[in-house]
C-alpha cells in the first residue's frame, strides 16, 4: 500500500510537464540566453536537480517547450475538427488566430526558438523537426479538405501547407517584436478573400 504522501506526490510525467511549461513562460519573457534554469525551476516549484534529471541542458528544455505548445496547438485544433469544424474552417483559424495566450506566450517562444536555432545545433534539429511533423498536419488538412470539396483538387497540398506555415510563423515572428499588426477585421476580411481563392470555381 502506498504511502499517504505519495499519493499527492507528483509524477514523472507531471514533473516534466511543469518544467516545460515553467520553460515555455521564463524563455518568452526573458528571452532564452536571458532565462536561468534555477529560475525555471523556481518558477515550476521544484528544485534545479529536478531539470538536470529530465533534461540535458537549457537547449533541450527550449526544444522540448516549442514540440509542447505544437503539441497544444494541434490537439486544440483537433477539438475544432470534433465539434464540428470543417477542415477549411481550421486551416482559417490558423491564419486568423490571435487569441491572448498566444500573443503572450506562443509567439515569443517561436521567435526564440528560430533564433536559438541557428545558434545551437541541437535546438536547430528539434524545432526542424516540429515544424515538418506542422507542416505534415497542414498538408493532411488540405488534403481533407481537398477531399470534401472546400479546396480546389488543383492545388498542391504541401505547398499549400507551407503558405499557410509561412503566414502563422511570420505573424508570431511579427508579434514577439511587437510590429503593430493592421486592422484586425481587414485581415479577416483579406483571409477570407485567399481562402475564398483556394476553393472549387
Request: aromatic residues 4%.
Amino acid at each position: 500500500m502506498p504511502e499517504p504522501d505519495s499519493l499527492s506526490r507528483p509524477s514523472g510525467a507531471q514533473i516534466r510537464d511543469r518544467l516545460i511549461e515553467a520553460a515555455a513562460e521564463e524563455f518568452a519573457e526573458r528571452g532564452y540566453d536571458r532565462a536561468r534554469v534555477q529560475d525555471i525551476a523556481r518558477r515550476a516549484g521544484l528544485s534545479t536537480g529536478a531539470i538536470y534529471g529530465n533534461f540535458r541542458n537549457k537547449a533541450e528544455l527550449l526544444a522540448e517547450a516549442v514540440d509542447y505548445g505544437l503539441a497544444s496547438t494541434s490537439h486544440r485544433l483537433g477539438q475544432a475538427l470534433d465539434r464540428g469544424a470543417s477542415p477549411a474552417e481550421v486551416l482559417r483559424l490558423i491564419t486568423t488566430d490571435s487569441s491572448g495566450t498566444r500573443l503572450r506566450m506562443w509567439a515569443p517562444l517561436v521567435s526564440e526558438a528560430l533564433a536559438a536555432a541557428r545558434r545551437d545545433a541541437e535546438v536547430a534539429r528539434r524545432v526542424h523537426t516540429a515544424l515538418g511533423r506542422v507542416e505534415s498536419r497542414l498538408t493532411d488538412l488540405v488534403t481533407l479538405a481537398q477531399r470534401d470539396g472546400s479546396f480546389s483538387s488543383e492545388l498542391d497540398a504541401a505547398a499549400c501547407a507551407r503558405l499557410m506555415l509561412c503566414v502563422s510563423i511570420g505573424m508570431d515572428v511579427l508579434t514577439a517584436l511587437s510590429v503593430e499588426g493592421p486592422d484586425h477585421d481587414g485581415w479577416l476580411t483579406l483571409m477570407h478573400h485567399l481562402f475564398a481563392g483556394l476553393t472549387n470555381r
